[in-house]
Structure formats: C-alpha cells, structure tokens
C-alpha cells in the first residue's frame, strides 16, 4: 500500500484548502448571536430577518418583550416560541419547563381573528413530538424542492410560557429582508406579525 509522509499530508491539506473543499462540520453561524429587527406597525407587532441559521440551537423569542433570549436560558420561562431551521418550538410541554402551548389555525384570517381559542393547546412532548409539525401536516409551510412560503390563512395561536397571556402570529417569510423565493436567496429569516394580550383575556383587536 502507498504510503504518505506528514509533508504529503500537509501539501494535500493546503491544496484543499486553496481549493476551498474542506467542508465544516457546522453552519457557519452555528456561533454567532441570534438576531431579530422588532417594530410595530398600528396593533403589531412586527419581527422582521429573526434568524435561525444554527443547526443545533434555536432562536428563542420573547413575545412579551419582544426581544431575543440567549440559549443560556433555554430551561427558564423567559421565552415563549423558538425557530430553528423551519421547526417552531413552543415553551411548554414535557421536555420545556414553562406553562406555554401553541396551535395551528387553518383557514383563518389573520386580521380576522379576535379572540383566541379556550382550549385546544398542544405542546412539545418529546423532539419528534412538537405542538406543529410538518410531519403530521400541520406545518405553517409550503416546500415546492427549491422554496419554502407560508401557507395562507394559517395563524399561530401561543399561550405564552407563564400560561396567563395569548398571542396570535401570521408567518410572513422565511428569506431574508423577506425577499421573493428563490433557490438563491437567503434563508432562515422568519419575518412575521402578532398580537399578544397580557391583560389575561383572549381578546385581540
């Protein structure tokens, strides 16, 4: 069998690189901080280019205070909903340490929802267990193999991670600066609206 001196080794590790064929194991943001642009817009809230890039960890978001949780605070009750990818997590259920639960709406108007159901919350029971799920066809998303959209009248009702308020949300893009769909374009950037009473009623305007 051939065999390859370390000089060997190293001129075929530099010739990768120069090449740029040496892969990461990771995404190249696994490591940075997760980001998100809020604003408001009349009776929104609007969240535009929340990241979530990272293969491993979520990008935890706060409805309440409308801002990005660090992942160091993942088993608190300071965040409501997490993205990852195209999976959505919600702060409640077995493996979550809040009182929170979330549900899909099809065929509801957004702006045409006024209060938010009593009962019907589904929680994340275990990893392959979520409150939506692709998988179960309960997913906020359309996958033609090249893009991703939102499917149309499809709301997010939360209940927030201290079980006493209530959010509705319409996913709006997943592109950043949520621009047109496409193979090239870049992904992973949720842009969406909500509301959320903490007055503890279910009433939205």
């Known amino acids: ?12 590790l530099g010739l990768a690189l120069a090449l740029g064929i040496v892969v990461s194991c990771t995404s190249p943001n696994d490591g940075a901080t997760p980001t998100a642009e809020f604003g408001t817009s009349g009776t929104d809230i609007t969240v535009k280019n929340c990241s979530a890039e990272s293969e491993n960890r979520f990008t935890l978001v706060s409805l309440q205070n409308k801002t990005i949780i660090p992942n160091s605070d993942s088993a608190t009750t300071k965040w409501d909903i997490g993205f990852r990818k195209t999976t959505i997590i919600v702060n409640g259920g077995k493996i979550r340490v809040g009182q929170g639960g979330m549900q899909r709406l099809q065929n509801q108007s957004y702006t045409a929802l006024k209060e938010a159901p009593a009962s019907g919350y589904r929680t994340d029971e275990a990893e392959d267990d979520l409150a939506i799920t ?6 906020w998303y359309n ?47 949720y842009s969406f609206r909500y509301q959320i009473q903490t007055n503890g009623t279910r009433q939205f305007q």
């Open 134 to 139: 692709a998988k179960s066809g309960e997913g």
């Open 1 to 12: 069998m051939p065999r390859f001196s370390l000089n060997t080794a190293f001129n075929l």
């Open 143 to 189: 996958y033609s193999g090249t893009t991703i959209t939102p499917i149309k009248d499809v709301v997010l009702v939360v209940r927030t991670a201290d079980g006493k308020s209530y959010a509705k949300i319409e996913i709006e893009s997943y592109y950043k600066d949520k621009a047109t769909p496409s193979i090239t374009a870049a992904t992973r950037f």
